[in-house]
């Protein structure tokens, strides 16, 4: 049984500790009334900002090309000339002298060959083509931004002013709450 009570106390208690707060929040309130005041003036709050823009430019060029045509050299040609060049170095001479003049003629088949290989086949060829070529650009400008209005206006005489995220237009409407002093 005591719980009981214990519980009944309780929750009477929240409920009569949310009223008082509910009454004191003027949002709430139950003596709060709405009119409507005079607007006197609604000044936009203006701030500068500075917006970047990204801008891309193209064009179209010319490019230079180089090519290298015909054949290239490889080592086929200085394979068949040093075995040539040794062939016929080989007839020369007769002992040690026969082994040098095989290496010479080798040597001298093989750059006889590769020489030969390289000459008269290549070319070199340059031309233009078009290219397009892009560039892109940041362009900075300054923007006027209405962060909102200082708002005067008018209510029983008095003046007052305000913040306001948008412009109220000729009348504002205000919250009238009237309590007892004390």
């Given amino acids: 049984m005591n719980t009981k009570r214990l519980f009944a106390t309780i929750t009477a208690s929240s409920l009569l500790f ?3 707060a509910m ?13 409507y005041a005079q607007v006197i003036s609604a000044e936009p709050i203006v701030r500068l900002v500075t917006v970047k823009t990204p801008r891309r430019e193209c064009w179209q060029d010319t490019e ?16 068949v000339g040093a075995i040539i060049g040794g062939v016929i170095g080989n007839q020369f001479g ?14 001298i088949g093989a750059g006889v060959g590769s020489d030969a290989n390289g000459k008269g086949h290549r070319e070199v060829v340059r031309y233009e083509r078009p290219v397009e070529r892009c560039e892109t650009t940041i362009i900075e400008q300054q ?8 708002v005067i206006y008018r209510y029983n005489g008095q003046r007052y002013s305000t913040r306001m995220p948008f412009d109220p237009g000729d009348r504002l409407r205000v919250r009238v709450d009237v309590r007892p002093a004390g």
């Avoid at 007769?94 to 040597?107: I, Q």
Wanted: hydrophobic share 30%; charged share 30%.
């Fill in 18 to 20: 949310a009223g008082t």
């Fill in 23 to 35: 009454a004191d929040d003027p949002r709430r309130s139950s003596n709060a009334q709405f009119d």
């Fill in 64 to 79: 230079i090309v180089t090519e290298h045509r015909g054949r290239e050299r490889n080592a086929g040609g200085a394979l």
């Fill in 94 to 107: 007769s002992g040690r002298g026969n082994d040098a003049a095989t290496v010479a003629g080798a040597l």
């Fill in 143 to 150: 923007e006027e931004r209405i962060d909102g209005y200082r």
